[in-house]
């Protein structure tokens, strides 16, 4: 029986279904957090449930907050484009970055580990085939990291140390999904894409379905979700 | 005319209004942040309301964020009984430290920072006559300004860096009240009792209370808010 614990940042995604599956066969037990902030569409969360089932996590919460009353992106405000086809996915930091949104995620996370008296937290953040977002960089969750050592009462008192472990950072969107497929991730049950249909179909063009796509397609394998026909 | 602008973090309690005089007097436009996070009364909410309306803040926001959800402080939950009479103030982490509050409270602050686009964040914590909170301390803070210029997409442009001022830091509550009188804060518009009466009217005996008090003593000052008669 598994007698570690963590608390595991979950959007529905391919990366944060990769991570939970890592840290799962890491040994860890669950408790997954998901966030209802403002996005454009409710598929992600419908993913993150299916994904957290599918895992049996110990517990699963979903918490609403309100980021889009700050405005500032293309997820969280509708009247905004989500960009497509755009020529170097690497080059800048895109309209779909939502301003601090991994440090106000990991802050909550914290508080949760912290009230649960756990020490691990994970997050899927990809600093290689990634939409250039700064908060999900190595630089940035070491410093989160130490931050988060000096904030926390039980972290200061000595009864432990947290650790923010990002156990797919360093990898190609390939190597996530061959990784993913080896631990049983069933990669239908994610949604990755920012612009989805009425019925919660990727739409195959925005930088999210880019990525995922490109990742199959090196790793050799077929994407299972459904992009309606449009591929 | 003022040209530099920041936001503050703003209670409603005693500290946070003289913060806000203090960025005021030293020629900043103010956007007030105060967070409904399921304190068990409403009193600290209509306070920051009265004090931002005092000192002409530009914009107020009122945050709700669910911190309750997660539980662990007696300021959260009901069940828990607000601590009185403690020996001493300073020697432990009390049960009415909220798990990680102030990063939470900063990372959001961050967030509407770099949406406005502004560079100075202001928060009214204090390391000398506060509760044993951790996330009061200098090293913390600096800890959260170093991890905000790694967060958030414009520093890491390099278009400026962000600062977390605290210029109450080293106060002691006595030098904090002085100052504020100084400035025109009227102290009976804040509220920092943490176990208030039906009427809103302060306890006189909980920790913020004491701190208070003692404070109002040591400057020479009479506190004027209403203790109901109690003291």
Redesign the interface.
Same mark, same amino acid.
């Given at each position: 029986m598994s007698t570690k614990s963590a608390v595991i940042l979950l959007s529905g995604g391919l990366d944060s279904a990769t991570t939970l599956a890592i840290a799962k066969d890491q040994g860890y037990d669950c408790y997954a957090l998901t966030f209802q902030y403002g996005q454009r569409h409710a598929c992600e969360l419908e993913a993150a449930r299916r994904v957290a089932k599918a895992f049996k996590v110990r517990e699963h *919460?979903l !918490?609403? !907050?309100?980021?889009a %009353? =700050?405005?500032?992106s293309a997820l969280t405000n509708p009247t905004l484009a989500v960009p497509t086809g755009r020529n170097d996915l690497s080059l800048e930091?895109p309209i779909t &970055?939502v301003?601090?949104r991994?440090?106000?995620f990991l802050? &909550?996370a914290?508080?949760?580990a912290?009230?649960l008296g756990l020490w691990d937290i994970f997050i899927g953040v990809n600093a290689v085939d990634y939409s250039g &977002?700064?908060?999900c *960089?190595p %630089? =940035?969750i070491a %410093? =989160?990291e130490?931050? %988060?050592n000096? +904030? +926390? +009462?039980k +972290?200061?008192?000595g009864q432990g140390t947290y650790h923010i472990h990002t156990p797919i950072i360093e990898m190609t969107k390939a190597q996530i999904i061959r990784r993913g497929v080896e631990l049983g991730v069933d990669y239908a049950l994610t949604h990755s894409c920012y612009d989805p249909d009425a019925e919660g179909r990727a739409c195959g063009r925005c930088d999210a379905c880019r990525f995922r796509l490109k990742g199959f397609a090196e790793a050799g394998l077929r994407d299972p979700v459904d992009y309606a026909g449009k591929l």
């Open positions: *919460r !918490i609403t !907050i309100d980021l %009353a =700050f405005g500032g930091i &970055y301003p601090v991994n440090t106000v802050s &909550y914290l508080v949760w912290e009230v &977002y700064p908060d *960089r %630089a =940035f %410093a =989160f130490k931050m %988060a000096l +904030a +926390a +009462a +972290a200061v008192q």
